[in-house]
């Protein structure tokens, strides 16, 4: 594809209600020209580029046909929601995309009317436009509801109870399922190798042009009756049977990038479905853009880039990846223990895994968009004495958190979880932040609760976890690079519940849990030169606490701040209620609880967000100075 230098069709197009006003004829170069500006807009900001080049001429066809925003259209995820944001009044503020005060990488209830429903995570399209579609009836307000949900995303079986639930009630509903054979990674079991199947429909025509050639042979008065059998094995061949016995209507497999397929379908489900119906299209992830087109995969999310060339402008690391020491860490601890195995939801590279795939690919299982699955199968497999460790994000562990408690902690198995993206992530936003994990997993009677301060931390933690057979162990780490400490070849076994001191004083004490400790010894150094002796340590352990070392800080400071990476009720919280209860604080200790601001905080770089929840150098002074009734120096924090 030649990319278009002029956007003629696309100038004219200021809301859906223009496009409605194009010819069918001209929509073809429309879709060049949303594809060229969203390469350009990404180019420039990074982003997900593979997912929205894949549904241009999906995007336009619907916005064609419904009558946005009073028919209600709903993507899942919103990797792919770029072309509609061009198509609905954001497209000159393409170029702030996922940056601070920009547009949100994803659908948003607060930034469009054309945004129905916010995401962020997957499979839940389905489930919001049901929920809409019986608002719809029970309000007497007719209009259309049209779900567009991934083959990745329909792997989810959240994606399932709501298809079973819409067949169940029958409510008038569009669900399209965007088959690219590809979510972020390849994607993994039946359905998809089933969906796969389906787009090729070589049995079905097969079966056709028998019928053809039967019908010639035998007259036309038969021929009815084949019809309705080269019907029914249709229903079998392309997914019929599977979406009607639940209830759907089922339509395709049709071409996503055909205009003449899309729209008549489209147009048909709009006037004629009277109950859920489902269209199955197919479309080509990274369509138009040969770079994305040849790496599906690696240009599902990229950074900015050289249109030409496709070559992503990443700068040099000036240390490892966190991510990248994680997965070194299990390799080199899965060499010595052959009973260690990895399990991911759909997030192989993300977490490191596809390293650990590399070598190991017997002992790694990515269960595709299934986190509550992947950690009840964890736990399945630490019954029969396997060591799992189940690699998940932070904000994705939250969709597994049931499992967790019912199917890991109650029963005291032995699983691990590797918890990346911990704290804030940059440009993801709030649906990625990792805010809650240590929140919600120091509850859980039984669970050691850990979080690395720097790299060398992790892989001493990788080590513990491996040797640790006692209940459920979980460890944090960050998103982006360590802080360059040098790595041991392997990890050391830390002693549970103990933590370390890194640097002594007699004044304050500043309690870090996670990464946050070479913003302690900035902070310190910052108050020793103010003339208050600073003492630094680092808790790594959240439970069990280091009751020791707490009550050692206490008894020699006059100020105590904990300091962590994620919302109230964590760290800090318990190390209160230890104090609390040992009467420790009936001495007059001073004792203040850092943590992520009570508010869902936009996009930006890592950097400015922790500036602005007070968790750098400067807030911690602050806190330091206004526990001691010192006014601090001014720094813009939220909260």
Not at 295 to 316: E, I, M, N, P
């Amino acid at each position: 594809m030649t990319l278009p230098s002029k956007t003629s069709i696309l100038d004219r197009i200021a809301a859906p209600s223009d496009l409605r006003d194009v010819p069918d004829r001209d929509l073809p170069q429309l879709a060049d020209e949303v594809r060229a500006e969203m390469i350009e807009a990404v180019s420039r900001t990074g982003g997900h580029l593979g997912a929205g080049l894949g549904v241009v001429e999906l995007t336009i066809a619907i916005h064609k046909v419904f009558n946005t925003p009073d028919d209600r259209l709903i993507f899942d995820v919103g990797h792919q929601c770029y072309p509609h944001k061009i198509l609905t009044g954001r497209r000159e503020r393409m170029t702030t995309l996922r940056q601070e005060n920009g547009l949100s990488g994803f659908t948003r209830r607060a930034e469009s009317e054309y945004d129905p429903f916010g995401a962020g995570h997957s499979s839940t399209s389905i489930s919001a436009g049901l929920g809409m579609a019986v608002a719809s009836e029970l309000s007497g307000t007719p209009r259309n509801i049209i779900s567009v949900i991934g083959d990745g995303a329909m792997s989810a079986g959240m994606a399932f109870e709501a298809l079973n639930n819409a067949g169940a009630i029958g409510a008038r509903q569009i669900v399209i399922l965007n088959d690219n054979d590809m979510s972020i990674a390849r994607p993994t079991g039946a359905l998809s190798a089933y969906l796969a199947r389906l787009a090729s429909g070589r049995t079905y025509l097969e079966v056709r042009d028998f019928s053809r050639r039967l019908t010639s042979y035998l007259g036309r008065s038969i021929d009815r009756a084949i019809s309705r059998a080269v019907g029914h094995v249709r229903g079998f061949v392309t997914g019929g049977t599977l979406f009607e016995e639940l209830g759907f209507y089922h339509i395709g497999p049709i071409d996503g990038h055909s205009f003449d397929h899309l729209l008549p379908v489209l147009r048909n489900a709009r006037d004629n479905a009277r109950g859920p119906v489902l269209i199955h299209v197919v479309t080509q992830k990274g369509k138009g853009y040969a770079p994305a087109e040849a790496a599906a995969d690696k240009c599902h999310a990229v950074s900015r880039f050289d249109v030409v060339t496709g070559h992503q402008a990443k700068a040099k690391p000036n240390a490892p990846s966190y991510t990248s020491v994680f997965a070194k860490g299990l390799i080199e601890e899965a060499r010595h223990d052959d009973k260690i195995v990895a399990v991911t939801a759909a997030m192989p590279a993300g977490t490191g895994l596809d390293k650990f795939e590399d070598i190991f690919p017997k002992r790694c299982f990515d269960v595709g968009i299934a986190e509550q699955h992947a950690v009840t199968f964890a736990a399945g497999l630490a019954t029969e004495g396997m060591k799992p460790f189940c690699a998940l994000y932070s904000t994705f562990l939250q969709r597994g958190y049931d499992q967790v408690v019912h199917d890991v902690a109650i029963q005291g198995l032995p699983v691990r979880f590797p918890i990346d993206r911990a704290g804030f992530v940059g440009a993801d936003g709030p649906t990625h932040a990792g805010s809650f994990d240590t929140t919600y997993l120091s509850t859980l009677p039984g669970f050691v609760v850990m979080a690395a301060a720097d790299e060398a931390e992790l892989m001493h933690m990788v080590r513990t976890a491996a040797a640790y057979d006692d209940g459920p162990i979980s460890f944090r780490y960050p998103r982006g690079e360590g802080v360059g400490i040098e790595l041991p070849a392997r990890g050391e076994i830390l002693e549970i519940g103990k933590g370390r001191i890194v640097a002594e004083g007699s004044k304050v004490a500043l309690l870090s849990f996670g990464t946050r400790l070479a913003e302690c010894r900035e902070a310190a150094t910052v108050l020793s030169a103010a003339g208050l002796s600073t003492t630094v340590a680092d808790a790594r352990f959240a439970k069990p606490l280091d009751h020791d070392l707490i009550r050692q800080l206490a008894a020699h400071h006059e100020v105590l701040v904990t300091i962590e990476e994620g919302s109230a009720g964590g760290f800090g919280a318990h190390v209160v209620q230890f104090l609390a209860n040992e009467g420790l604080l009936d001495s007059g200790l001073r004792v203040r609880q850092m943590v992520l601001p009570d508010v869902w905080m936009e996009q930006a770089k890592p950097e400015v967000m922790y500036k602005k929840a007070g968790l750098d150098r400067d807030g911690i002074v602050n806190t330091v100075f206004r526990a001691l009734g010192h006014s601090g120096i001014s720094t813009g924090t939220i909260g």
